[in-house]
């Protein structure tokens, strides 16, 4: 979107730019997340005479908007592609990989030859009512922090946003064992998302951080300060709407990230 010039706001907006993007070569990262109309609005304005280069993995998360253009591409043969299948993140025998490829295959823990591997050293699988989940989630995290582990060991995924048992919910439930007497949406180091692009702040959508100190005013919360990598960003007034707890976060934030412990919320309302 940076790269060119789109506002936040842009889809469906006619943008009569055409081919003025000049270039040698041009490298997308993480291919699969772009959808269809921003693939259009940088095509039709990259030259013809640049090469690009797409790098991604159609079996991870599709694009929030609509369209597989990456994955259609790849299956069109009519461009060149080249693809890795040596998995270097986890070893061979990796339950991860296991189940991983038993998800692309569309096998099930019903499958009756070949199923999905749970309740083992990588996987454990709790079931529980849909509104018994925060609850459920609630007593792990709890049980964690007493084994000795760091919040920061932890992380709760979950695929929505704002209904229920999505990240927002979880977030809440969350922050509330971390600090049972809260008071406020956030307190001091609490763990926080950005969720958009600032670039007169020099802070992006995605980016993490922790709350250095809050500043109350009539029972209101006016200024955050959040510190990300030893830099310290203040938030005041409505920039505080920038940022979001971040205990629980949707899959696609989470996308190329890693995390000791990972809490994935199944919900069958999702």
Excluded: W
Excluded at 152 to 158: A, H, P
């Amino acid at each position: 979107h940076r790269f060119l010039n789109l506002s936040a706001d842009y889809k469906y907006i006619n943008d009569n730019r055409e081919e003025d993007i000049n270039l040698d070569l041009l490298i997308i990262e993480e291919g699969g997340m772009v959808d269809m109309d921003l693939y259009y609005q940088l095509f039709k304005r990259v030259s013809q005479d640049t090469k690009i280069v797409i790098i991604g993995d159609y079996n991870q998360n599709e694009s929030i908007g609509f369209g597989q253009v990456f994955k259609a591409l790849v299956d069109s043969n009519l461009i060149h592609k080249t693809e890795l299948f040596k998995v270097y993140r986890q070893k061979n025998k990796s339950n991860i990989i296991l189940n991983s490829n038993k998800i692309i295959q569309g096998k099930t823990t019903d499958d009756k030859v070949d199923p999905l591997i749970i309740n083992n050293t990588d996987f454990v699988m709790k079931n529980c009512k849909s509104d018994k989940i925060l609850d459920k989630v609630n007593k792990e995290v709890r049980q964690l922090l007493n084994k000795g582990h760091s919040i920061d060991d932890i992380v709760i995924l979950s695929p929505y946003k704002k209904i229920m048992n999505g990240s927002y919910e979880l977030n809440y439930e969350i922050s509330k064992v971390i600090k049972e007497d809260r008071k406020y949406k956030f307190e001091c180091m609490d763990k926080v998302i950005q969720n958009t692009n600032n670039y007169h702040k020099g802070i992006y959508n995605g980016q993490q951080g922790v709350v250095g100190s809050i500043e109350i005013e009539l029972e209101n919360l006016i200024k955050v300060d959040v510190i990300y990598n030893g830099e310290i960003v203040e938030y005041e007034g409505d920039e505080i709407k920038e940022i979001e707890l971040s205990y629980s976060l949707t899959v696609h934030k989470m996308q190329g990230d890693e995390c000791k412990i990972v809490i994935f919320v199944v919900d069958e309302k999702h």
